[in-house]
């Protein structure tokens, strides 16, 4: 079968041995994500890439699948934490076992949630950055009638609007690309306004968008960090002067993954905003070429085997 990976040469489609093991998922959508090219930029890499996927079960049945496959022992799993689970970045689908950017994936039958009717399969790949926004606002407490800023509108932001509007939260955006603004829009977040923010959403990850979601948000307020700092970064000491509280988020357990699928059938107007470009899974280093380039203005490149 076909699979995705980063060999010596860049990123290939190679031909792989079909998965044993688990539940055989045959892939129709897996996603690009930024994370992906710093995992890349490591040089070649065993394992088959993709983190975001979902597809059919051998019976039929259409699903999204959880990527983090956790052990159910150590003391998160034992203690309603299982997303941060000991072993689970150790058995991650696209990060540490083969992922979904393949013709079919074998997978723990734990991890598969059935898509809705409303939710095309190959939009299946979706629930994961939704996910990561789920998990992001139940962190930072988003609750109806507060004021939430969310900064950056990629996918993470984009999904954390989604999220944030659908806990009933009044919601607007910061971000600097008009696209992305209109996309944002799309799902009702208004412009940045004046005066504090009972929450602030950092949906980039740098030293400017967290130094712009402390300045934002009111004192005593709170700012969930969804973006993910691949770099160190510098908070000033406005946030101790506030006594802001900093959210940190990280992943999402799988009540939460399943809240996340449906959510991307509750709003469609989210799929139709996130995914911009679509290829064929033997176009895949065409894909990440395109998913690199700002200037194409990609959000959300999804592949389909």
Not at 1 to 19: K, Y
Not at 95 to 114: F, K, N, R, Y
Request: net charge negative; aromatic share 4%; charged share 20%.
């Amino acid at each position: 079968m076909r699979a995705v990976r980063r060999t010596a040469l860049g990123i290939e489609v190679l031909d792989v041995p079909a998965p044993s093991g688990g539940v055989t998922v045959r892939v129709t959508s897996a996603g690009i994500c930024g994370s992906d090219f710093h995992l890349i930029a490591a040089g070649p890499l065993p394992q088959t890439l993709g983190h975001e996927f979902g597809g059919l079960l051998p019976d039929g049945t259409a699903v999204a699948v959880r990527p983090n496959v956790t052990c159910g022992t150590c003391v998160a799993c034992t203690t309603g934490r299982a997303h941060l689970c000991d072993a689970a970045l150790g058995r991650f689908h696209g990060v540490s076992i083969d992922g979904g950017l393949a013709d079919e994936v074998a997978v723990d039958p734990g991890c598969l949630v059935s898509l809705p009717a409303t939710v095309d399969p190959s939009d299946a790949a979706l629930a994961e950055p939704v996910a990561v926004a789920v998990h992001g606002v139940r962190r930072a407490g988003v609750r109806a009638g507060q004021r939430v800023l969310v900064v950056g509108a990629g996918p993470i932001g984009l999904c954390a609007i989604a999220a944030a509007l659908d806990a009933g939260a009044d919601v607007d955006v910061e971000a600097r690309h008009a696209p992305r603004l209109d996309a944002a829009a799309r799902l009702g977040a208004g412009p940045a306004r004046p005066g504090g923010y009972d929450i602030v959403v950092d949906a980039a990850g740098t030293t400017d968008s967290a130094a712009l979601a402390v300045d934002r948000v009111v004192a005593g307020g709170c700012v969930a960090m969804l973006g993910t700092w691949w770099d160190a970064a510098t908070l000033d000491g406005r946030w101790q002067l506030k006594e802001v509280t900093l959210a940190p988020a990280f992943l999402y357990d799988h009540a939460e993954f399943a809240s996340a699928v449906g959510l991307l059938g509750a709003v469609p107007a989210l799929r139709e905003v996130m995914v911009t470009h679509r290829f064929a899974l033997d176009d895949a280093a065409e894909a990440f070429r395109v998913a690199s380039d700002r200037t194409r203005g990609a959000i959300k490149v999804l592949l389909h085997p």
